[in-house]
Each structure stands twice: as C-alpha cells, then as structure tokens.
C-alpha cells in the first residue's frame, strides 16, 4: 500500500479501544477526472456507523483534489447496497480469472521477425514504449469512461515483474507479465496483456502468456488469477483456452462529488 503513496493519496485506520476496525484509502484514479475510494470495516464492526464515516472522509478529501466524481469497487450484495444507499450507480463489471500452475511446455514458436525478451534485459524499452505501444493499448480498454494514464504512471505502475516483450524491429508490439501477492508469493496477478493492433490474430497474445505460465511453473508461483473487463471478450476467450476458469465478479461504481447523502 505504501509502495504507491503520493502527495494525493490518503490512507485512514478507524480504531476502536485500541482495535483497528478498518481502513480507508483515496487517490486520483485511472479514469478521467475521477477519484478513486475504498472504505473497508471488518464484518463484526459493520452497521456501526463507520463505514460511513470513512467514506464521508474519502469522498471531501477527493473533493478537495477539484475531482468530480468518484469510483469504487464492491464485489458482494452488502458493500452494493452500502453504496447505492449514498448514490452510487454500477458502471463497469470486471470478471476474475483463475489459472492452478502446473507443469507448464515453453511457448511454441512466434511470427517471422518477432522476438521475445524480459523487459529487465532492457529496461529502456518499456518506458520508451508509451507513445508507440501504450497509448494504443490503454485506449482500447473496454471501459465505460478513458484512462488517463500518464508516461510515468506507464512507467512504474504498469510494469510487471517478469514483463515479457515482444519485439519487432526493436519496437515493442507485445506484452505480458506477472505481479507476485506481497503477503502470499505463491500467488500473482497478471500484468498488462496487450498486442498492438497491426499485430492482432498472429496468436502472439498466446506465445506471451503461456510464457508467464512457464516462468510461473520455475519460479514458485503456484496459482495466477486475472482481472478482465466484462466487455473483454476475446481476453476472456484467450484465458478460457490457456485453463483459467472464472471465480466471481467485481462491480464498479460512481458517483458525482461532493457526497451529499
């Protein structure tokens, strides 16, 4: 959580008689002129009140950024009800995906002219990618409102550890990478998947993320789970393919600032 901090990002703990029982953060979120928000008490604590505050807190201090609206992500009936209470409205839906790490082959062959590397090997690259490959890329998430992702945002804050790229003529038109769990090591994330649009349907997006299987299989991570727009559907597809099976979804919200319920 730390990792992440910045000027505009605040981070609340509720304690009740020395107890934390919960949390908040806000910051400025990918989607244009939002902010970003989420309110967290442990169960025993709900109905108290405290959400509530956290959440009044949250939303004046995304306010003060001159931001808007806000968003937040909620993933069951009560944190739903919670939210549309203070006139939150579902937006986008995201569906999470599930991969049990094996005994994975390497990746077959790729295109004439396309080359695979980590992106550790020439860490130039990845930055220098954001005009050329990233702008593409971000544009054509299937989400109801744009990104707004900056060059160092691009930089730091999208950039998998491993990050595979695949190149042609030493421009980056592919890539796809892992983010390991903090607390738990034998679990990652998915990193950006993307292929440039000129370079679609010649099966690299596969080659790339098989790829991440067989570093997964080598380097102890046992489980890899992703999170796809609902409007992603050939990701989906592709992730169906390669055994991931699909877990639950997560519901976006938003709201117009200031919070006045």
């Known amino acids: 959580m730390r990792e992440q901090d910045s000027g505009d990002r605040l981070l609340l703990l509720a304690v009740t008689d020395g107890d934390v029982v919960g949390s908040g953060i806000a910051d400025r979120s990918d989607t244009t002129g939002a902010g970003f928000v989420a309110p967290r008490v442990r169960p025993e604590h709900r109905r108290r009140g405290m959400g509530s505050a956290l959440l009044r807190v949250l939303a004046e201090h995304c306010s003060d950024l001159g931001l808007s609206k806000v968003v937040a992500g909620v993933d069951d009936d009560g944190s739903l009800a919670f939210a549309e209470r203070y006139g939150f409205v579902e937006v986008d839906r995201e569906v999470e995906q599930v991969r049990v790490v094996g005994d994975e082959p390497a990746p077959g062959t790729l295109p004439a002219g396309v080359d695979v590397i980590e992106a550790s090997e020439r860490p130039d690259l990845w930055a220098a990618s954001f005009e050329t490959f990233g702008q593409e890329v971000l544009a054509d998430f299937a989400l109801y409102t744009p990104l707004q992702i900056s060059a160092e945002?691009?930089?730091?804050?999208?950039?998998?550890?491993?990050?595979?790229?695949?190149?042609?003529?030493?421009?980056?038109?592919?890539?796809?990478?892992?983010?390991?769990?903090?607390?738990?090591?034998?679990?990652?994330?998915?990193?950006?998947?993307?292929?440039?649009?000129?370079?679609?349907?010649?099966?690299?997006?596969?080659?790339?993320?098989?790829?991440?299987?067989?570093?997964?299989?080598?380097?102890?991570?046992?489980?890899?789970?992703?999170?796809?727009?609902?409007?992603?559907?050939?990701?989906?597809r592709l992730n169906e393919h390669l055994g991931y099976v699909t877990t639950r979804n997560s519901i976006t919200v938003s709201r117009t600032l200031p919070l006045t319920a």
């Not at 990478?177 to 292929?195: F, H, I, Q, S, Y």
């Open 153 to 236: 945002q691009w930089r730091t804050s999208w950039y998998g550890d491993p990050m595979f790229l695949a190149l042609s003529d030493d421009e980056v038109i592919g890539c796809a990478g892992l983010n390991r769990d903090a607390d738990r090591p034998e679990r990652a994330e998915n990193a950006l998947t993307a292929v440039r649009r000129s370079w679609r349907g010649h099966g690299i997006a596969s080659h790339l993320k098989r790829r991440t299987l067989h570093w997964a299989a080598h380097h102890g991570v046992q489980e890899i789970y992703t999170w796809t727009q609902v409007g992603n559907a050939p990701m989906r």
